[in-house]
């Protein structure tokens, strides 16, 4: 691609690919509760696939191990209730940052749906 003046940008001289550096996986922290370890050891290798969990990230996923905890003993206690309500969006929020549950359109690949025949084809056949 050339600029404005008919010349090549000098950033776009050399594009080499970037390659993509191996998954670093990591011990959860100590000090964790039984509940809230399970949480980690449950849902950090989705995170880690997706590399979203990091050392950066780990105090972000372990707030979230812990939240899903307290919603779980919600739950059982107060279910539907306004905090109950506020944990599972707060969860939620959490579960999108970290891309443990889908979001938006489902890719399908080129598959097209089939179109519903029109009620004025069977006059446009000819």
Same mark, same amino acid.
Request: with cysteine.
């Given at each position: 691609m050339l600029g404005i003046d008919g010349v090549r940008p000098a950033q776009w001289a050399a594009v080499v690919p970037e390659v993509p550096q191996p998954v670093e996986r990591f011990d959860p922290p100590e000090g @964790?509760? /039984?509940?809230? @370890?399970?949480?980690?050891? &449950? &849902? /950090? #290798?989705?995170a880690?696939?997706? *590399?979203? @969990?990091? *050392? +950066?990230?780990?105090v972000s996923f372990? *707030?979230?191990? *812990? +939240? +899903?905890?307290l919603e779980q003993r919600l739950g059982l206690t107060a279910p539907g209730g306004q905090d109950h309500r506020g944990l599972l969006r707060q969860i939620n929020a959490y579960e999108l940052q970290f891309l443990l549950t889908p979001c938006g359109k489902a890719m399908r690949g080129e598959q097209k749906q089939a179109q #519903?025949?029109? $009620?004025? /084809? $069977?006059?446009r056949r000819g």
């Open positions: @964790l509760s /039984a509940e809230v @370890l399970a949480v980690w050891t &449950q &849902q /950090a #290798p989705h880690f696939e997706t *590399r979203t @969990l990091t *050392r +950066a990230t780990a372990e *707030r979230y191990c *812990r +939240a +899903a905890v #519903p025949e029109s $009620k004025l /084809a $069977k006059y």
